[in-house]
Each structure stands twice: as structure tokens, then as C-alpha cells.
């Protein structure tokens, strides 16, 4: 395998995901270097990772890098861009992983550089199980794309999209779990509480939001007959609310990111 360097500009929960990833997968990259303007958030990062490099509030130094993360809030892109932009070798890709920020405006505040991918990652790929949507720009070159899949396969699905749907992407796949996953605990306390020990409701729980979500992949059962197979639903009657939150919240959010 090539030996490639990585720059995280921003070094926050996302580059923590992908570091655990990559640790998990035992594909640490040779050369880490990460930057932030938060010196208790560096600090934190290099004590769970000793191997990366920390380069404080310096931008320039990951920007060095053969791949260079952006990995800000979208705000916080539009400042970085320009002071990065000269410290960018000929030969690298910059990866965004920022919301709303699309190519072309990356490209702009890079003076016009065109080795770009936007990458919309989800927390899942902490565990080699996440579902990572990419776009590249026409910049970028069979081996950029050849060293992205290198380093970032192994984090999981990595599916090649249109860039207009990344945002739609980000609503349904990157913030997806928070919908659940608060529920899902919930009933895991629950079932302990009922009897079940933690092991038993785990194991359980999984089976079951698998077998569910095949279920409704499967092509004998349309979406009422999937919701007819249990004749017994506890909390029907909070689902039209929860569905209207659904509604107000995600079309907002999305709209939001979109515009």
C-alpha cells in the first residue's frame, strides 16, 4: 500500500469517528497531522490517538498533507479556504466533509483549485460500518481517487453520488442514528428492567432492527402490509406526532443545507 499523509483541519467528533475507524481496522494512516483552534480538543485527541501529530491552531500544516479533511462546521469553511489555499501540494485532494458548502464554492475560496471530493460521513464508521456518501469534482484524477479509496474504504459503503443529493444525504444517513438511537437505549433499559440481562437485550434489540429493516427491503410487503404484520402497536397513538416532528424539523433542516 502507498504511503500516504492525512491533514485534519478541525479536529472534532468527525475526525475522531475517523481515526477510531481506522484504528479499529488496524489502517492507521503513517502520518497523521490535526489542527484546531481548541487546544483541550487537541489535547483530548492526541492522548486517545499518541501516534497523529498536533499542529495547534496551525491550518497550514495538515493542509501540507497528501490528503487534507476539512472537517469544520460550514461557517467556519469560508475563513479557512484562503489561508490553506497556498499551503496545498500540487498533488493532493481536498476532502470536505461539510454540509452546504458545495464544490464549486470550495473551489473559489481556493483560488480555483479543482482536486475536490465532498464526503458526507455518518458515526457508524467508527465501526467499519458506516455509509459514507462521496462526490468527486472533474479535478480530481484516477490516482486521487485510487489514494481516497485507500484510505477511507475501510470506514465502509463509500457510494460515488451526484453532489446535489450529499445534503439530502446528511439529513437521512449522517443524522439518522440520532433518531433512533435514543429510542433504542430506552428499551434496552427497559428490557433489563423486565428481566432480561444486558447481553439478552442486546442481542435482541439487534435481531430485531435488523430483521425489521429487511423486512421492509423485502419486495412481498408494501409499506401498510409491513406495518400490518404486528397487530399490537404500544404507542400508536403518539405516532402522528412523531411524525409530524419528522416533518417540521427534517424538511426545515434539509431546506436549510440545501439553499
Known amino acids: ?56 491552531d496551525d ?3 495538515p493542509a501540507s498533507a497528501d490528503i487534507v479533511v476539512l ?14 489555499a497556498p499551503a496545498l501540494q500540487s498533488r ?11 464544490i464549486a464554492g470550495l473551489a473559489g475560496g481556493l483560488a480555483g483549485r479543482q482536486a475536490i471530493a465532498r464526503m458526507i460521513p455518518n458515526a457508524p464508521a467508527a465501526v467499519g460500518s458506516g455509509y459514507n456518501p462521496v462526490s468527486f469534482s472533474e479535478g480530481v484524477t484516477p490516482e486521487q481517487k485510487r489514494q481516497f479509496e485507500q484510505v477511507f474504504s475501510m470506514l465502509g459503503k463509500m457510494p460515488e453520488v451526484a453532489e446535489e443529493k450529499l445534503e439530502a444525504y446528511a439529513v437521512l444517513t449522517a443524522m439518522g442514528p440520532t433518531y433512533f438511537w435514543f429510542q433504542w437505549y430506552e428499551l434496552l433499559d427497559l428490557a433489563r428492567s423486565f428481566g432480561l440481562t444486558d ?51 427534517l424538511i426545515g433542516l434539509y431546506r436549510k443545507l440545501a439553499e
Open 199 to 249: 447481553a439478552e437485550a442486546r442481542e435482541g434489540l439487534v435481531a430485531m432492527v435488523e430483521g425489521a429493516l429487511r423486512t421492509m427491503q423485502s419486495p412481498d410487503f408494501t409499506p401498510d402490509a409491513v406495518m400490518d404484520l404486528v397487530p399490537v402497536r404500544p404507542i400508536a397513538a403518539g405516532e402522528e406526532a412523531i411524525r409530524e416532528i419528522y416533518r417540521t424539523n
Open 71 to 84: 472537517g469544520l462546521h460550514p461557517p467556519a469553511v469560508g475563513a479557512v479556504l484562503p489561508a490553506i
Open 1 to 56: 500500500m502507498d504511503t500516504i499523509s492525512v491533514g485534519f483541519i478541525g479536529g472534532g467528533r468527525i475526525a475522531r469517528i475517523i481515526l477510531t475507524g481506522w484504528e479499529r481496522a488496524g489502517a492507521m494512516p503513517e502520518q497523521v497531522i490535526v489542527s484546531d483552534a481548541n487546544p483541550v480538543v487537541l489535547a483530548a485527541l492526541k492522548e486517545r490517538f499518541p501516534a497523529i501529530e498536533v499542529a495547534g
Open 92 to 102: 493532493a485532494l481536498l476532502v470536505s466533509l461539510a454540509p452546504k458548502w458545495k
Open 59 to 61: 491550518n497550514t500544516r
